[in-house]
């Protein structure tokens, strides 16, 4: 006898097992007919919870939209004043910058001006040294010429006088 009840639990389960392969895949109706029944289920909950809302009064709403419009009026004029003393603050500090980029260039164009009239001054006086020096020159040949000329002459005097 419990051999009989072994095999007739181990029909049980094959029975079971072929039940199962023989089952068809889905028991899920279509989709269409699971996106109907989310939509009605979705309305159903929603009206239970519109059910549940409690309206505040006149009262209460006209009371809360004042303190909502104080508030975005106070925070509207608190930010205004933030974002003027910002602008001003920047304005004051691009001045600085600005005055100590015209001090700057003042300091740099001096210095310019400076450098260019030492190199001006160099230049004039390596001229009038170079035209000294030609000058100089141009005499010393002309006193060379006239030294030469002359004892030219005086060979041609003395020769003349020998002759």
């Given at each position: 006898m419990a051999e009989n009840k072994k095999s007739d639990a181990a029909e049980k389960i094959v029975k079971a097992e072929k039940a199962k392969a023989k089952k068809p895949k889905s028991d899920k109706?279509?989709?269409?007919?699971?996106?109907w029944k989310a939509i009605v289920k979705f309305c159903k909950d929603l009206r239970g919870e519109i059910k549940k809302i409690v309206w505040p009064d006149a009262k209460t709403v006209l009371k809360n939209t004042g303190v909502v419009l104080v508030v975005v009026v106070l925070f509207t004029?608190?930010?205004?004043?933030?974002d003027q003393g910002l602008s001003k603050s920047i304005g004051l500090l691009s001045d600085v910058v600005s005055d100590d980029a015209v001090t700057e260039t003042a300091d740099e164009t001096a210095t310019t001006a400076a450098a260019l009239d030492a190199t001006i001054a160099q230049t004039e006086a390596a001229e009038a040294e170079t035209e000294a020096k030609a000058e100089e020159t141009t005499k010393a040949e002309a006193t060379e010429k006239a030294t030469t000329t002359e004892a030219a002459e005086a060979n041609d005097a003395e020769s003349t006088t020998k002759a």
């Open positions: 109706p279509n989709i269409f007919a699971r996106i004029i608190v930010i205004y004043l933030i």
